[in-house]
Nanobody
Framework: QLQASGGGLVQAGGSLRLSCAAS????????VGWFRQAPGKEREFVAA????????VYTDSVKGRFTISRDNAKKSVYLQMNNLNSDDTAIYYC??????????????????????WGQGTQVTVSS
């Protein structure tokens, strides 16, 4: 089970830090991704991190602004979001997949890759 939190209302240019806490999942063996869904749009990939945290991948629109990290001891993954803009307004979901293999970055971008999903946390950026 995954629990996403940390969303809220922020002005453009501001920052938020999202958290994804895991329970009942072998978290240290899980690749974790963040996705988001804006009203009327498909759920899209934002960022992902490998089991160890040594590899990360981002969608182009958030590169240089968002940072994904993890703390396996706390069974948590974080998404630090800086310099937010209105295009970042969406419900943000975390997702996880247990894996023993090194996963290609292109695969980490795919929604279908993940087995477990959190309930989502709303991020609203006011301009």
């Amino acid at each position: 089970q995954l629990q996403a939190s940390g969303g809220g209302l922020v002005q453009a240019g501001g920052s938020l830090r999202l958290s994804c806490a895991a329970s009942g999942v072998t978290f240290s063996r899980s690749a974790v991704g963040w996705f988001r869904q804006a009203p009327g749009k498909e759920r899209e990939f934002v960022a992902a991190i490998s089991r160890s945290g040594s590899a990360t991948v981002y969608t182009d629109s958030v590169k240089g602004r968002f940072t994904i990290s993890r703390d396996n001891a706390k069974k948590s993954v974080y998404l630090q979001m800086n310099n937010l803009n209105s295009d970042d307004t969406a419900i943000y979901y975390c997702a996880a997949k247990n894996t023993i293999l090194t996963i290609p970055s292109e695969t980490l971008r795919q929604r279908a890759f993940y087995d477990f999903w959190g309930q989502g946390t709303q991020v609203t950026v006011s301009s």
